[in-house]
């Protein structure tokens, strides 16, 4: 049983580890179940685990854990998806769908969304798997360094990945480490490698750009900006509108040569659509981003985006998005315009 403010192992966190991640490995090094340290900590009345601890991680769990481990509160802060804030989406917010990351949907400790992913070539040449941030980001639909797909379920029941979950019910010497889903006891670092696909190489640096931007500091990530995340967003938005009737989405498809991918009917989200969809919807954003100015004009002019949409819901467009668009707000002036370049 663990006592005195510092517990005898305190393993540091590793680079880009998801809080959840380090909490699961520092119940692992100190030999104790998990839901018993959380007993310890905090009592029956509450549970880190009922919450999206990623997302919201209460003050008072930060202060425990540093109080134990040694570590510092900057250390702990920095493995919580609000230091995405500022970069992926303006503003903290505790409900609701917070832009580009994806949702778990706690219901008690189980989750009802796939918003768990994973890289199985990563797990398994970690000397210590453990789950990256980045992977619970929406745009992550692949390794950039091992350019194999994310698995958002687990391959052989299809559950989502629950990673605290493997000593509930079980004694500790049976417990199952997390990188084994909790329910049917798979490996993950067995998965099936799917090598990524792009429709060409210019759309797959782009890619790659964007994805290793994200370990970089805000004032070395270029274009990569709130801004240009913000703008991708609300074309993903544009492609799964109903009044858009899927024309953008064909539009692209047809130019990039992509199969024609019917998406799921609703009010959905990017960040709540199945992987597939997802993907493909990022690589025809990416491609209208590579040339935007050009590409929109183009797609305007074939009737498959009207201005209405590109701007519909977007309460905080960037200023050189609102200027480049308002081009498109007059169909006639625009002509003229565009006959006059």
């Known amino acids: 049983m663990l006592s005195g403010k510092m517990w ?79 970069r992926l989406y303006p503003h903290r917010q505790a409900v609701g769908q917070l832009r580009w990351i994806l949702p778990i949907r706690n219901y008690g400790m189980r989750h009802r969304a796939f918003g768990q992913q994973f890289c199985p070539e990563c797990l398994a040449q970690d000397s210590i798997p453990y789950f990256r941030k980045q992977w619970r980001v929406a745009f992550f639909t692949y390794c950039p360094e091992h350019q194999v797909e994310l698995w958002d379920a687990c391959p052989r029941c299809g559950l ?28 993950f670092r067995e998965a099936h490698r799917k090598s990524v696909f792009f429709p ?22 270029g274009q990569f900006d709130l801004g240009y995340y913000a703008v991708m967003h609300q074309f993903c938005r544009v492609m799964g509108m109903r009044q858009n009737g899927g024309r953008l989405q064909r ?49 305007w002019l074939s009737k498959a985006l009207r201005y209405n949409v590109m701007v519909k819901d977007f309460d905080d467009l960037p200023g050189w998005y609102r200027l480049l668009v308002e081009r498109f707000s007059d169909w006639r002036k625009g002509v003229v315009a565009f006959k006059n370049d």
């Open 8 to 86: 005898p192992a305190h393993p540091k966190p590793l680079p880009d580890e998801l809080l959840s991640s380090w909490i699961v490995r520092v119940a692992e090094a100190n030999a104790i179940k998990l839901q018993t340290l959380s007993w310890m900590l905090f009592g029956n009345g509450v549970s880190p685990w009922n919450r999206d601890i990623d997302r919201n991680a209460p003050r008072w769990l930060i202060d425990v854990l540093c109080e134990h481990t040694g570590s510092s509160y900057g250390e702990v802060f920095r493995m919580a998806l609000v230091t995405y804030g500022g």
């Open 160 to 187: 989502p990945i629950i990673i605290f979950r493997g000593d509930f019910g079980r004694e500790l010497t049976n417990a199952r480490p997390m990188y084994v889903c909790h329910s049917c006891g798979y490996d």
């Open 200 to 221: 060409n190489e210019e759309l797959h640096t782009l890619f790659d750009e964007m994805l290793l931007s994200l370990n970089v500091p805000d004032n070395q990530a």
């Open 251 to 299: 539009f692209v498809e047809e130019r990039l040569d992509l199969p024609y991918l019917s998406l799921q009917q609703g009010r959905i989200s990017v960040e709540q659509r199945s992987h597939d969809e997802r993907h493909q919807l990022l690589l025809c954003a990416l491609w209208l981003m590579a040339d935007l100015g050009c590409r929109l004009e183009s797609a």
